[in-house]
């Protein structure tokens, strides 16, 4: 028996589609004052995924940190094994859409926050940015 699945409509996007385990955050991110670029770990003290890889997960948060250093640490991360495997921002910013599209990691914007909370419950999901849609698999 085929399960319904929730699909949430999201405003832009780029990128190949992917399925891949999530992680969902809360007050930003940037990839440069965020992830550790030796071990890849999340490393903000005391932040409630702090310690936790992210790469080769759909990383989902409210909005995106950092300015033109931000776009060449994702590109760094990726050749190192360490970048998230998409981006999925309510609102992310112009730096981190050429740093993405540089790393050629799938991005996406523009999602209503009504959504945020059925996706910190999801564990895996995919990112189609051709049709505009976030699809919550489990």
Same mark, same amino acid.
């Given at each position: 028996?085929?399960?319904?699945?929730?699909?949430?409509?999201?405003?832009?996007?780029?990128?190949?589609?992917?399925?891949?385990?999530?992680?969902?955050?809360?007050? &930003? +991110?940037? =990839?440069?004052?965020?992830?550790?670029?030796?071990?890849?770990?999340?490393? !903000?003290? %005391?932040?409630?995924?702090?310690?936790?890889?992210?790469?080769?997960?759909?990383?989902?948060?409210?909005?995106?940190?950092?300015?033109?250093?931000?776009?060449?640490?994702?590109?760094?991360?990726?050749?190192? &094994? +360490?970048? =998230?495997?998409?981006?999925?921002?309510?609102?992310?910013?112009?730096?981190? !859409?050429? %740093?993405?599209?540089?790393?050629?990691?799938?991005?996406?914007?523009?999602?209503?926050?009504?959504?945020?909370?059925?996706?910190?419950?999801?564990?895996?999901?995919?990112?189609?940015?051709?049709?505009?849609?976030?699809?919550?698999?489990?």
């Amino acid at each position: 028996m085929n399960k319904i699945k929730n699909v949430i409509p999201i405003q832009k996007a780029f990128g190949d589609p992917i399925t891949s385990d999530v992680v969902v955050l809360t007050g &930003g +991110f940037s =990839p440069r004052y965020h992830l550790n670029r030796v071990t890849g770990e999340f490393s !903000v003290e %005391g932040h409630p995924i702090d310690g936790q890889k992210v790469s080769g997960k759909i990383l989902v948060c409210d909005y995106a940190r950092g300015g033109i250093a931000a776009g060449w640490a994702l590109n760094m991360l990726k050749d190192k &094994g +360490f970048a =998230p495997s998409a981006l999925v921002f309510m609102k992310a910013n112009p730096v981190m !859409v050429q %740093g993405a599209i540089f790393a050629d990691i799938p991005i996406a914007e523009g999602f209503d926050e009504a959504y945020f909370e059925l996706l910190k419950q999801s564990t895996r999901i995919t990112l189609d940015a051709e049709k505009k849609q976030i699809i919550i698999e489990s």
